[in-house]
């Protein structure tokens, strides 16, 4: 997102963060469906048995470490994407868009391992635990290809608890139907230099105690997190807090309204249950909010001249954080004025699908006559819809700064006077 623009009625928006109808797509995200991604690479158990396979030491674990943390401190899962693996060694999810380099060189790489490996194959002829077979340096090069245009990355969950050591993790696949175990491979270390692999069942309990690499698909990186925001534009705060505010007209980002106004805020955001299985990582929440903003008109004429304003943004809650409160100090809407009668609000949890919205209605005061105003909320048809409905102002200030309960996610809102 690099700039604020009005949203109009009927428009149908990118699910990332737009603050008061920002809209702005991040480079190389497509409109459209999102089910078949990732259909061309190849299966998730054969990566991790192709993990598994290599000559793994700890340079390549610190590699992955690296990655993961990095996407991390952007606001996303502990993950590692194949794009990011094959392109910029040991860079996180969003670190493109910063302009950061990877913690450090690495002088061999888990890209060259797999290739070299996959190399061995085709000498050998061996297709090993992945079962991957390979009979050209054409058809290798093919391979790496669909696995770093692919959504397939790796998963370390409790990342933040590795002690360090050249132990290598055990490695599992999501077998995206939900289910809380399965196989894994347990790589020992032998006094050969030889390594040998173990099948183990894998369970998210076993994942806390230690180190686990699930291969699993991407599903946030396309979209900017609230994190990443506030890196690409530290400007935008309020009074040196972290309030995302948009830019009035005529005035520079994070320079207050006239004075004598309203905003309206998202102060927290509390998930009481984990949407996906642990395999698949983190909840994509999306928080979608629809108003007509600033609106002061006086006649029905004037009415016209006004257009809803969707904010909409992504809330990643990793699991161990289930039950956290989290503070995100988001402003829906930066001026709520008292002619606005109610909001549309809608909270959904992403799981792909075909784009929709839901249409629905803000409502605004003229004279003490109310005007409903049509507003399209985007979701997409698998996603989880947490929560949707209307809020009022006289529940907004019945309810400042109380925490309250939508579906199984707790939201604290709050009005600001600036």
Known sequence: MKNFQSVTAGAFLLAFLMVQGCIDPIPGHAEGDVDDA??????????????????????????????????SANGYDEEYTMANLFTEPGSGVGDSQLGKKSASGYVNPVSALIRSHLLSKMETRSTGISGVSVGSEEDVDAYIEALASSDIQIYW?????????DEIPILTFDPEDESSTNTGYRI???GTGENTVETVVVDEKMASETPVWVINRNSDDNYLSIDMMRQLHPEWTLDGGNLVIRPE????????ATSGGRSLIMKDFCMKRNYDSWFAGASEFFVKCGAVENFTASTEAE???????????????????????????????????????????????????????????AVVKISSKSYGIEVDLPFRTRDDIVWRGSLSSRYMEAHDNVTENFGDVAVTFATEDY
Not at 39 to 61: N, R, V
Not at 157 to 165: A, H, K, R
């Open 38 to 71: 990732g259909d061309s690479a190849p299966p998730l158990s054969e990566i991790a048995g192709l993990l598994s396979e290599l000559p793994l030491e700890y340079e390549h674990i610190k590699e992955i470490h690296n990655a993961v943390s990095a996407s």
């Open 303 to 361: 009415l016209q001249l006004y257009s809803p304003s969707v904010t909409d943004f992504m809330v990643v809650v990793k699991r161990k954080q289930k039950g956290e409160t989290i503070p995100f100090k988001v402003v829906l809407f930066s001026d709520w004025t008292d002619q606005v009668e109610n909001c549309a609000f809608m909270i959904t949890e992403d799981d792909g699908g075909r784009q929709t919205s839901w249409k629905c209605t």
């Open 249 to 256: 007209n005529g005035t520079s980002p994070g320079t207050k």
């Open 157 to 165: 969950p409790f990342s933040e608890n590795w002690q360090g050591g």
């Open 188 to 190: 020992r270390r032998t």
